[in-house]
């Protein structure tokens, strides 16, 4: 998938579905809850968003993130995760893929630890300011959007993605962790 000309949101959290219908009612936002919806929906639709902003809460890199929790929470292989890891790599090189601008990450301090590590951790290494703790999922997301933060964009996923497989939890980020 092209990258589209909005400002792309993904919400994560317990409160993500509401926080997203919060945001319904802006006529520069473009806001949906996918759940059940499969990649292609997701890609067609924010393709087509045509607003400033598009905020959902579809996970491009969702099932690279459930396997690096898995693997290290003991519930899944290390083949997995390299199974999943392949799997993003090979839809990022067909462009049926891409990351969001943001990721905003709904009351950090209640995710599981490792749940925490990997969206303050693994993903906020690769762009820092590109990964968003929020505190609050109601309408105040409004006022993120006229706020957002700059700074360098994702880097191509191909550069850091291999590298998911030696981040480890509570060591992500460290001078010398890999």
């Not at 990351?99 to 950090?108: G, N, Q, R, T």
């Amino acid at each position: 998938m092209e990258a589209p000309a909005s400002t792309t949101l993904v919400v994560v959290g317990d409160e993500a579905t509401s926080a997203i219908h919060a945001l319904e009612g802006f006529a520069n936002v473009r806001a949906a809850s996918f759940s059940g919806a499969s990649d292609d929906e997701v890609a067609r639709w924010s393709a087509t968003a045509g607003a400033p902003y598009v905020v959902h809460d579809r996970d491009p890199l969702g099932h690279v993130a459930a396997a690096w929790v898995e693997f290290f929470d003991d519930q899944s292989t290390f083949g997995v995760l390299e199974l999943e890891i392949d799997r993003a790599m090979e839809a990022a090189e067909r462009h049926a893929m891409s990351v969001p601008d943001y990721y905003v990450v709904l009351h950090p301090e209640t995710l599981p630890i490792t749940w925490k590590h990997w969206w303050l951790g693994v993903l906020a290494s690769e762009s820092p300011t590109r990964v968003i703790p929020w505190p609050t999922g109601d309408d105040s997301l409004a006022r993120l959007l006229r706020h957002l933060p700059t700074g360098r964009a994702w880097p191509d996923v191909e550069s850091w993605l291999p590298r998911v497989v030696g981040a480890v939890p509570d060591r992500v980020g460290l001078p010398g962790s890999g």
